[in-house]
């Protein structure tokens, strides 16, 4: 079976100093790299793509709302002209970069509180998907299954890649727990690296109650900015090998061919 390690990177901003990056781009398959709206800037972006190269990384956008106070994880209300120009302008900023360095994005995925309300409010999802479908058709639209935004994708019978996250525990209705909530984020590695294997042999994305809820998973996120995300990565990589996944970039995938 075929799984995808993915990490949220080129995040340095007032919140994270990226310090993290270097070793997960040893470890993981492809990078969503931030486009410097809600963290990291064209420089970052450069110096990411150049070392994801270095280490057979796949690269991708990572689009949030611009609000680097924030870091792109409070709630922004664009009408549907402004946010198909925030996602095209950041598209517009990475896959210029990426030629730059001879390579190709392969993938997006939404940050932070946009990616939170695609989950909920199928408009914004389509008017994403819409987004990246315009800009390139082959681009891979990575989603929370289960929500809008993996019913936009169908619809618009894009790409698409369901995620589930490492360091992150699931409500009942197989959404994220808010961050607000002191039982939000998994910071034991151990544990985390079980969660996913439990849900990968389910196919399943396993709730902080116990619940499993049926789903398809492609790929599994670890954020980059987590004070464990290198230890968590590391032993989650070894038990994905261990119990015969074939860890691979993203747009390798069989299902993308």
Not at 64 to 92: A, P, V, Y
Not at 149 to 158: G, H, Q, S, T, Y
Not at 192 to 215: Q, R
Request: contains cysteine; hydrophobic residues 40%.
């Amino acid at each position: 079976m075929e799984i995808n390690l993915n990490c949220d990177l080129g995040e340095k901003s007032i919140h994270y100093d990226g310090k993290y990056d270097a070793n997960l781009l040893k470890i993981i398959n492809s990078a969503n790299i931030a486009c410097g709206y809600h963290a990291g800037s064209k420089s970052i972006i450069d110096k990411t793509i150049k070392n994801a190269q270095k280490n057979n990384v796949s690269v991708g956008a990572h689009p949030g709302f611009k609000d680097l106070e924030n870091f792109g994880r409070k709630k922004m209300f664009l009408s549907k002209k402004e946010l198909k120009h925030l996602i095209w302008k950041q598209l517009e900023i990475i896959n210029e970069i990426a030629i730059y360095n001879n390579t190709i994005i392969t993938h997006v995925k939404p940050h932070g509180a946009l990616n939170n309300m695609a989950c909920e409010d199928i408009e914004i999802a389509l008017t994403i998907g819409q987004t990246i479908k315009n800009f390139n058709k082959d681009l891979i639209y990575v989603v929370l299954p289960l929500n809008e935004m993996e019913k936009a994708a169908k619809k618009l019978d894009l790409k698409y890649a369901c995620e589930i996250f490492a360091d992150r525990n699931y409500e009942d209705n197989g959404q994220l727990v808010s961050r607000n909530k002191d039982y939000a984020l998994i910071k034991n590695s151990k544990i985390a690296s079980k969660n996913i294997i439990e849900m990968l042999n389910s196919s399943s994305i396993i709730c902080f109650s116990g619940k499993k809820i049926k789903c398809n998973i492609d790929t599994i996120c670890i954020h980059g900015d987590g004070d464990n995300s290198v230890l968590i990565a590391k032993n989650l990589k070894n038990m994905l090998i261990k119990n015969g996944l074939k860890l691979i970039n993203l747009n390798k995938m069989t299902k993308f061919k």
